[in-house]
């Protein structure tokens, strides 16, 4: 059974404290590996895509690198604006139209 | 473009009722998906369509669910027979082709007393 588990759960940091979130996979022949953003009583946002180890992706304070089994989006100087739950996702080995997500990383920011 | 809307945001059922939940998707997307979210955890996947054809089905999907896209535009997700365990936030989300990069609606939120 594919598995993506994200660390830490919560995660609380001040402004301006950078910080990595954690995904781990166990899909064999990744095909993707995709991190969102939800906020409160939202649906998730989609943020970046990465398809291969070493790849990196960036966007305002957020960068994304992948491994061969793990991700990791680096937040750098964050503000209370980046307060939102992270989540990652991988397509299922069996069948790559489903996404598998983990549980998602709530983090805070405290100003 | 508005992007995924869904109708109803909220809705409070007895056990026993029937639901429906509506999912309007980008217009030029060809895939749709139904995924279910309970506090705390991350989306889990249901179903999707590719154009108004289910490809794929969740064993989480039990008989009580159905789901239909007819005319490959706006989907229905219908559940029968509700039970407490159904209460979740079930979210809709629309794309081009593509399984990962997806446009996610804001939700409906079910409760079951």
């Known amino acids: 059974e594919d598995q993506v588990t994200q660390s830490p759960e919560a995660l609380r940091l001040q402004e301006g404290e950078s910080s990595s979130l954690n995904c781990s996979y166990t899909?064999?022949?990744?095909?993707?590996l995709f991190w969102y953003r939800q906020d409160p009583g939202k649906g998730p946002e989609f943020l970046f895509t990465?398809?291969?180890a070493g790849e990196e992706k960036e966007k305002e304070r957020l960068k994304a690198t992948l491994t061969k089994k793990e991700s990791f989006l680096h937040i750098t100087a964050p503000k209370p604006e980046d307060s939102a739950t992270y989540l990652c996702?991988?397509?299922?080995?069996?069948?790559?139209?489903?996404?598998?997500f983990g549980e998602g990383t709530q983090l805070t920011v405290n100003p | 473009d508005t992007g995924v809307s869904q109708d109803p945001r909220h809705k409070i059922t007895k056990r026993g009722q029937n639901v429906t939940f509506r999912c309007d998707p980008i217009?030029?997307?060809?895939?749709l998906y139904w995924y279910r979210q309970t506090l705390g955890q991350g989306p889990e996947f249901l179903t999707y369509?590719?154009?108004?054809?289910?490809?794929?089905k969740s064993r989480l999907l039990s008989d009580r669910f159905s789901a239909e896209r007819p005319k490959g535009s706006f989907s229905t997700l219908e559940i029968q027979r509700t039970e407490q365990g159904d209460s979740a936030m079930y979210l809709c989300?629309?794309?081009?082709?593509?399984?990962?990069?997806?446009?996610f609606g804001e939700g409906s939120r079910l409760t079951v007393l």
């Open positions: 989300a629309s794309s081009w082709n593509r399984a990962g990069e997806l446009f």
């Open positions: 990465l398809y291969s």
């Open positions: 217009s030029e997307h060809n895939r």
């Open positions: 996702a991988v397509p299922g080995e069996t069948s790559g139209s489903r996404l598998t």
């Open positions: 899909v064999s022949g990744l095909r993707g």
């Open positions: 369509f590719q154009n108004e054809a289910q490809l794929e």
